[in-house]
C-alpha cells in the first residue's frame, strides 16, 4: 500500500489549507486513516482519525478548526484546515490502520507534507 500526501506549503497566520492523501488501495478498506504531525524536535502527535464508518475524531488542538474527509472513489482522504495558526507548522503525514480478523495490526506511512504557519 502507498500512500502519497500532498498540499502542504507556507500559509499566513488565519489561513487554510487542505491537505490530500491519496492511496493505492480502496481507502473504505482500512479500519482507520489518519493525520499526524510533528513539529520540530517534537513527537508525532495524531490530528484526526477517520474510521471504516465514517466516523470522525479530532485532538482537542484542532476542533472546530480541521475537517477530514474521504473520497470512495479517489480513494483519497483529506484534511481541511482553516484558521491556521503559527503552532500549527508541522510537518504533516498521512497513516492508514488496517487489522485484521485475528487482530493483526497493519500500519502505512506517507510522506510528510511541510506546513508552514506564518505570524
Known amino acids: 500500500v502507498q500512500l502519497q500526501a500532498s498540499g502542504g506549503g507556507l500559509v499566513q497566520s488565519g489561513g487554510s489549507l487542505r491537505l490530500s492523501c491519496a492511496a493505492s488501495?480502496?481507502?473504505?478498506?482500512?479500519?482507520?486513516m489518519r493525520w499526524y504531525r510533528q513539529g520540530s524536535g517534537n513527537q508525532r502527535d495524531m490530528v484526526a482519525s477517520l474510521d471504516s464508518s465514517g466516523t470522525t475524531n479530532y485532538a482537542d488542538s484542532v476542533k472546530g478548526r480541521f475537517t477530514m474527509s474521504r473520497d470512495n472513489v479517489e480513494n483519497t482522504v483529506y484534511l481541511q484546515m482553516n484558521s491556521l495558526k503559527p503552532e500549527d507548522t508541522a510537518v504533516y503525514y498521512c497513516?492508514?490502520?488496517?487489522?485484521?480478523?485475528?487482530?493483526?495490526?497493519?500500519?502505512?506511512w506517507g510522506q510528510g507534507t511541510l506546513v508552514t504557519v506564518s505570524a
Open positions: 497513516n492508514a490502520v488496517a487489522i485484521t480478523r485475528l487482530g493483526n495490526q497493519f500500519n502505512y
Open positions: 488501495a480502496n481507502v473504505v478498506t482500512f479500519n482507520y
